[in-house]
């Protein structure tokens, strides 16, 4: 079976990359709804400002047994890590095709100048202990959480919107920040300490506008709503609703400056986003998200919300000098 850069693939490609991930999830249905044929489509070949993405496949034939993307945040040479993502199908597992992928991978790494890699997996799967066979480290654990609004009375959002703290209004915008909020909303996206640090390059108001372009460009509509004092962002969260939403929306980042904390921002914040899709997007019946196992006070807010956990997954990291070298 050969491996092969997909740098420019074809539409059978696609179609066979969508069914390998297709096959996956119907082999862990846990891991979240299944694909859309279309999105991989978008994901993979569409213009991403701020980032680059390389393709590899394991192919027999026209058929594809295994698929890698890798993402290259930045320049090359950049201090961000690069971000892997290896998919087998379950059939073709334990033939060392996983290993050969992340081969070819490593060596888009070293090209380009990273000294570093992460992975984000299922806990509990087969990928786990491939990562770590590989030299990978855990470096976070993450808990799926979902929220189901037919399950949100609508008096607990009403509330939360009641209980505003004092000195402080509300702005909301779809899509990219308006000018006026740029640089004060890039200073509250910095506040997350420990996932800036980890994604090695600070927030400014050009990286939070060429966020919200990548989610236009793959034909998805972000939503921001942020807590003001005076002209400071003290708090903000991010929901991403997909092209063609036909249920789930994706909670993206939510976050309250230091010095603003222990005002119940975070949850108002949430409240008044959960009224906004109410209002806007009723097609939104469910919002998935992302915590860090070890943050007690934002899984405290999502479960007072009513969101619960769905799945465990771990972010894995690794030094690209350990990692195998194409033959």
């Given at each position: ?165 004092a000195g402080y209004r ?71 609703v997909p092209d063609g ?83």
């Open positions: 079976m050969d491996v092969i850069a997909l740098d420019d693939p074809t539409d059978a490609q696609l179609r066979q990359w969508h069914d390998v991930l297709a096959a996956v999830h119907a082999a862990d249905p846990a891991a979240g709804p299944e694909p859309d044929p279309e999105r991989p489509a978008r994901r993979l070949l569409g213009a991403e400002p701020g980032a680059r993405r390389r393709l590899w496949a394991a192919a027999d034939g026209a058929r594809l047994a295994a698929v890698a993307a890798l993402r290259l945040p930045g320049e090359p040479g950049a201090g961000r890590p690069g971000e892997i993502d290896i998919q087998v199908r379950p059939g073709d597992r334990r033939r060392g095709l996983g290993g050969r992928l992340l081969a070819a991978a490593a060596g888009g790494l070293r090209a380009d100048g990273r000294t570093s890699v992460i992975a984000q997996v299922l806990a509990g799967t087969p990928a786990v202990p491939f990562l770590e066979s590989h030299g990978f480290e855990c470096v976070l654990t993450l808990r799926g959480l979902l929220l189901r609004l037919d399950d949100v009375p609508p008096e607990r959002v009403a509330r939360l919107l009641a209980e505003a703290p509300l702005v909301r915008w779809r899509g990219v920040v308006p000018a006026e909020h740029a640089a004060a909303f890039a200073r509250a996206k910095y506040a997350m300490a420990d996932f800036a640090e980890y994604e090695g390059t600070p927030w400014d108001a050009h990286r939070v506008r060429e966020m919200a372009e990548v989610v236009a460009k793959r034909g998805d509509d972000l939503y921001t709503v942020a807590a003001l004092s005076g002209g400071a962002v003290a708090g903000f969260t991010e929901v991403v939403c036909t249920g789930r929306a994706a909670q993206y980042d939510t976050a309250v400056v230091p010095e603003h904390r222990g005002r119940r921002i975070g949850i108002w914040v949430k409240a008044a986003m959960l009224e906004w899709l109410a209002a806007t997007r009723p097609g939104v019946r469910e919002i998935e998200t992302d915590n860090a196992g070890d943050n007690a006070h934002m899984l405290a807010v999502n479960e007072e919300l009513g969101f619960r956990v769905e799945r465990e997954s771990m972010e894995y990291q690794a030094a690209v000098a350990s990692l195998p070298a194409s033959p």
